[in-house]
């Protein structure tokens, strides 16, 4: 603990923190904000940030035992390359993406059936994927499997707490390129202008001849695979472990966090920087030596949900900016 | 030259509107077309044909079978039976996509457009290819050329929702143009632009007919637009054609004739007695209401109407016309002003319109005056089911329930299997019988109705307005909102025009001028 930084302690942990807390809000709002555009929403996004925390730190785990161990029968002598367990991350990265779509593509499949609602069966996904995920997460709960690596871009300062707050992973940086990427894609693709028709006027998309639940259930599945993949950050690097509380509820608020960003992915990210440092408030004043409130301060992006839900609210006026089919809007 | 024009652009295919001077009007012919639903038929043998270049126009009352007949020729159904030829060719035309190709386009009554999409991304979205990536420079191009061809113009870059409805429906039309139809069917296009907008754009289209580029097949059922623009005429009465020719060679009455057969239609009742101008009944002053968007406000300054008077507000569909009708109706807090009647502040609790006897016809009255699963006998107990004299009762009287709806259901003729069937089954001439017998029963002092014969025959009509004025004759002070410019012309004792939000014109029925009417309703004023 510096004492000559003080309170700027405080401040650059909670940049830090925003960087480090935001990147599973900002995937699963991005992925959110592609189903919500084309019309439905996913609650079920938090069962499949836990499933694919899960089920991105089992494979790595799994993996970078194996490969040592294969390694370590061939050579006994060998010294283990690190590139072998940044491997094995990547992987439970890629498994939890592949995981998240098929919940997200199960969740467009049974919401194309007639009197399917979105927002119960999304409820469903979510307690099965997070049943699912401690049924099979328990083996997972003491090993360590290999970390993501982070960039460290905070190297110019030689004060400690700059450097770690500035060490910034790769699904960070990724993550911004497809919130700019998807604000591109909406206005200026095919794909960007079919999925807007779909979510704001279904009569009017059958009509122009686009098969409306295809493009729902393709849309739920691409938020399903950000959401997953957003999964695999928490266990794979920060926290950094898995156990049964890891998300504390982060793939709910970012679903608020979608309706607070006005379905814009850019403010999305902007909305995921906010949420992810009111998150880091609690631990950056523990750090000072601030013990009193803790909990309070712990609360702080669940009082911010609040806050900015009853901010940005009106009694007269209807959503503005939402999709028009979103069954919350109609 | 421009250098975009030397260099050609390879990769993007060609925008339609780049190929749309080659092209020109084809004509559409059905032979005995037949179109059965189980053992109904909609369309019986119907041979009609539409000229390359003409306007032609398809007459008859609501359920006369000219969606049915217009569906099976843009392939939304496959006729029982028939031929159809487009451009003296036999076609087999399985889906509105092969209508498309054929360059046949139509215009709903609903709009199409996609809300929150800019008019250009509507636009260009319709197109059935669109490259993965869209060069908006490029297409911005391409529809200001296009744009500078079309006779009428509206802003692209703004999101369709902020369009008022009279814009929205040119852009429709744009888009069938766009699209290159050389056939375009338009879907009753007035009910949405003022009379002067319907003189430009049905002018401007006629225009385009005449030159050899556009065959118009418009469907409609008001005479005077068959007068000014069509030169032929089809008549279909209950899915039979009853008549067809040129327009200069029928009469107003034959037409007429043709559309509803030999039955009489009564007259409109007779209005008796003068408005009572010392008895003001419902009185507005300075009344703001903001909608639902919270985006546009409505803002009367001063509106009375008096007893024995029927006040009817023109205008075109979302100048706020829904805004004060909601106000009036409790369901829209005013931001400002105030709403009184008998001289008394009033909120619309259900105290107060029970001891002002104030009764509501709104529009879509499934939607917004009943209860659709509930029975025909319970939606027109509504009124009354919990009153027993001066009381409040406890325990509903069945009984009682059921005598009255048997007594109303006889009186005002609804057509129903069973008074304890969900009112949701009546057709929609029946449910705004029912809703007008329940409203009207009983002492009347303020009636508020909106649009209330939209989407009835002639029957139905006659008889709801007799009603109408039947109460007010009575001494009921009426404000009638609706978009029909005949139905005003027809009811009121006094008229205004609401235009954006305001009233701005006012007239009395004796000088009543349809010319300034219209003006005032496209908000030249």
């Known amino acids: 603990m510096e004492s000559d930084i003080g309170w700027w302690g405080v401040l650059i942990a909670v940049i830090g923190g925003a960087i480090r807390v935001s990147t599973p809000f900002l995937f699963v709002s991005l992925g959110e904000t592609i189903t919500e555009k084309a019309g439905r929403i996913n609650l079920g996004l938090e069962g499949t940030l836990v499933f694919g925390a899960m089920i991105g730190y089992g494979t790595a785990v799994l993996l970078s035992e194996a490969w040592v161990a294969n390694a370590l029968a061939a050579d006994p002598t060998v010294r283990v390359d690190v590139r072998m367990y940044e491997s094995a991350a990547w992987i439970g990265v890629l498994v939890a993406g592949v995981a998240g779509s098929i919940f997200g593509v199960v969740h467009g499949i049974l919401c194309s059936f007639k009197r399917v609602n979105d927002i119960a069966l999304g409820i469903a996904l979510m307690l099965l994927g997070t049943g699912l995920a401690f049924y099979f997460g328990k083996p997972f709960i003491q090993p360590v499997a290999p970390d993501l690596p982070a960039i460290p871009l905070g190297n110019w300062s030689d004060v400690p707490q700059i450097q770690a707050a500035l060490r910034v992973n790769v699904l960070f940086l990724i993550g911004i390129a497809l919130a700019f990427v998807l604000w591109w894609a909406l206005r200026n693709t095919r794909l960007g202008l079919i999925v807007r028709v779909v979510g704001d006027n279904a009569d009017a998309a059958r009509a122009l001849g686009y098969n409306v639940n295809l493009v729902r259930t393709l849309a739920t599945g691409a938020g399903g695979v950000f959401a997953g993949i957003g999964g695999a950050y928490l266990s794979l690097y920060y926290p950094g472990s898995w156990n049964e509380g890891i998300s504390s509820g982060q793939g709910l608020m970012a679903v608020a966090l979608v309706i607070f960003a006005r379905w814009n992915p850019i403010g999305c990210f902007y909305a995921a920087l906010l949420f992810g440092g009111a998150g880091a408030l609690g631990p950056a004043l523990q750090s000072v030596g601030v013990t009193q409130g803790t909990y309070l301060f712990n609360a702080a992006p669940y009082l911010l949900t609040l806050g900015i839900m009853i901010l940005t609210s009106s009694r007269s006026r209807a959503l503005a900016g939402a999709p028009g089919e979103l069954s919350i809007t109609r | ?525």
């Open chain 2, 1 to 525: 030259m421009s250098v975009a024009e030397v260099i050609p652009v390879p990769a993007e295919p060609v925008a339609p509107a780049a190929l749309a001077v080659k092209k020109r009007a084809v004509s559409v012919e059905t032979i005995g077309m037949t179109k059965r639903f189980g053992g109904f038929t909609a369309l019986g043998d119907v041979s009609v044909r539409i000229g390359a270049g003409t306007v032609h126009a398809l007459l008859g009352e609501n359920g006369a079978g000219k969606s049915t007949l217009v569906k099976c020729i843009m392939g939304f159904y496959q006729p029982t039976g028939g031929q159809l030829l487009v451009d003296d060719r036999e076609a087999v035309i399985a889906s509105p996509r092969d209508a498309h190709e054929r360059g046949l386009g139509m215009v709903y009554q609903h709009f199409t457009l996609i809300p929150s999409l800019t008019a250009a991304e509507n636009l260009v979205i319709s197109r059935p290819h669109v490259s993965a990536v869209i060069n908006w420079r490029a297409e911005k191009r391409r529809l200001e050329e296009f744009m500078a061809r079309m006779p009428f113009q509206i802003p692209l870059d703004r999101p369709v929702a902020e369009l008022a409805a009279g814009q929205k429906q040119k852009l429709e039309i744009l888009k069938q143009l766009y699209l290159e139809s050389r056939f375009l069917i338009l879907d009753e296009p007035t009910s949405v632009l003022t009379p002067q907008e319907a003189e430009e754009v049905l002018g401007l289209l006629k225009g385009m007919a005449n030159a050899g580029d556009l065959t118009i097949l418009m469907i409609t059922h008001k005479f005077r637009e068959v007068e000014a623009f069509a030169e032929d005429v089809s008549v279909l009465r209950r899915g039979q054609l009853t008549g067809h020719g040129r327009v200069t060679d029928l009469s107003r009455q034959e037409m007429a004739a043709m559309m509803i057969g030999s039955k009489t239609i009564a007259a409109v009742v007779q209005r008796v007695g003068e408005p009572d101008r010392d008895k003001p009944v419902l009185d507005l002053d300075g009344l703001a209401v903001v909608d639902r968007s919270g985006l546009r406000s409505t803002n009367i300054d001063a509106l009375r109407v008096h007893s024995r008077e029927v006040v009817g507000i023109a205008g075109v569909s979302g100048n706020g016309q829904k805004e004060l009708a909601e106000a009036l109706g409790g369901q829209l807090k005013p931001t400002a002003g105030r709403i009184a009647v008998d001289g008394v502040r009033y909120l619309g609790t259900r105290d107060e319109t029970r001891s002002h006897q104030v009764r509501f016809i709104p529009e879509e009255p499934l939607k917004n005056a009943c209860v659709p699963n509930m029975s025909v006998a319970e939606n027109l107990s509504f009124r009354t089911f919990d009153e027993d004299g001066d009381r409040q009762v406890v325990w509903l009287r069945q009984g009682r329930i059921r005598a009255l709806a048997r007594s109303l259901v006889e009186r005002f003729g609804v057509k129903t299997a069973s008074i304890a069937a969900p009112v949701a089954t009546l057709s929609g001439g029946n449910v705004q019988r029912a809703v007008l017998a329940r409203e009207l029963t009983g002492e009347v002092e303020l009636l508020i109705v909106t649009n209330p014969c939209f989407g009835l025959d002639f029957t139905a009509v006659a008889e709801i307005r007799s009603q109408i004025i039947d109460a007010r004759n009575r001494g009921a002070a009426v404000l009638l909102i609706s978009e029909d410019l005949d139905e005003i012309l027809e009811l009121s004792d006094r008229i205004l025009v609401m235009s954006e939000g305001r009233i701005v014109y006012e007239t009395d029925r004796a000088n009543a001028d349809l010319g300034a009417i219209g003006q005032h309703m496209a908000g030249h004023h």
